[in-house]
């Protein structure tokens, strides 16, 4: 950590501090990776610093890292685990336009950086052809292991593999999720109901409230007057609908159990339809108020859960491949994201564990530059876990 004053000025207040960062695509994500042991301890000066580094609150993020939009306005925070445990990852989505950092979701695309992140930085030694890593996200205590391709001892970034919402192919990540029931809400079915009705503009909607990693509100389409094949752009043009969608997440995280939900980024609002494709079903996700280019990783999971529940919203609108193991095309504004769910034989409804790809690749390695009035890079520092 350095302290790097800018020529010809030795004023304090024009010095900036450099944290060594990586940054990564991760998924159809984008943002800084560092270890934690670079960052204050402190979870409030840690914000702050994160802040500064991704240029926050700006509409255009223009004085730091920032792509002016919710998926590249992500970072990661990462340490060695412990107790079985090969990482711990401490997700942030920072707020663009409001000086705040999110902690409280997961994200399985900046997850899926993880790894290689951790590998580069030297946390973890590559196991093979394959190293396969168990890494804990803090956000929720979600476990997971993750296959990285290393052959010949570094990580690989080129490959065959391909993702819906990223343009070529990379190296394949294979991410097993293995308990994500409840990850924020404490239950899978946080109101105890696969379907509620709930009160909108003097009638009711119908929604299923479900958490199988990420806390999801799924509602029909044609229930908000629209048909879910819109384009993002079209449904963020449309304001009646917009305000009427963020009425029904106001109420339906008070039912899940979150509380006021108006400056918390979940529950995600899915809105489901009939494939237009060869999928299972079509979606379109908000983050929270803006509509995704394509679909969250734990969203994907949480929709593909919902979609083998009999009488679920998505549900109605699935079309579904027969067995206990199925391969659930989620259709998204920019292609699919497949999610293999296997279920309990003796509890068809039940999911036992979810898996996905991903793809990630390392786009610059090097300092970040904040201003030192923000913090000097000395004082407060994370120990090294």
Known sequence: MQEIGIAGNAASAARQTA?????FRGGTSRGPYFAEQDLPADAALRDRVLLAAMGSPDARQIDGLGGAHPLTSKAAIVRRGSGGVDLEFLFAQVLIEEP???VTPNCGNILAGVGPFALERGMVKPAGDRTTLRILTRNTGMVCDATIETPGGRVRYDGDARIDGVPGTAAPIRIRFLDTAGSVCGSLLPTGNVVDRFAL???TVEATCIDNGMP????????LGVTGHETPRELDANEPFKRRLEALRLVAGAAMGLGDVASKVVPKMTLVAAPLGDGALCTRTFIPRDCHAAIGVLGAVSVATGCVMPASIAHRVSRLPPGTCKVISVEHPTGEMSVEVELDAADPQRVLRASLLRTARL???GEVMIP?????GRTGRARDA
């Open 100 to 102: 705040r950092v999110d």
């Open 19 to 23: 944290i060594p960062c990586m940054y």
């Open 216 to 223: 999801v509100v799924m509602v029909a389409a044609s229930d």
């Open 372 to 376: 030192a009035s923000v913090w000097d």
């Open 201 to 203: 503009d003097g009638g």
């Open 363 to 365: 786009i610059m390695r």
